[in-house]
């Protein structure tokens, strides 16, 4: 969970951290904005992270003094077009009886190279 914080942190303030240059309005200059400067490989090897990947993922639920009587429980299908025009992370969770601790965690792995 701390590596996704932080992952999204990063994504958050990434934008924030490039310097950006707008000429679009400026008399004579094309609309185009400048990243900043191009930075060598050797000075980015010293700012990566590494290949090491720690997930820790805590999941704690509890059920307990849940009762169920003459309970019927169906059937759960996902259908041939149910991730057409995805776009995001699909997460999906099913639930098949009666008196069912859900838990759910996901993890993401970003890796810029």
Known sequence: MRL?????????VLP???PVTATAGVAGADS???FGYPVSGTALASHRGGD???TNTTLSGVTAE?????VVTGTNAIGGGS?????GIPVVIQNTGANVLIQNAVTLNLQLK
């Open 52 to 54: 090491l990947t720690l």
């Open 66 to 70: 849940n009762s169920a009587s003459q």
């Open 16 to 18: 924030a951290l490039i």
């Open 4 to 12: 996704l914080r932080y992952s999204l942190f990063f994504l958050a």
């Open 83 to 87: 991730f057409a025009n995805l776009s």
């Open 32 to 34: 185009a904005v400048s």
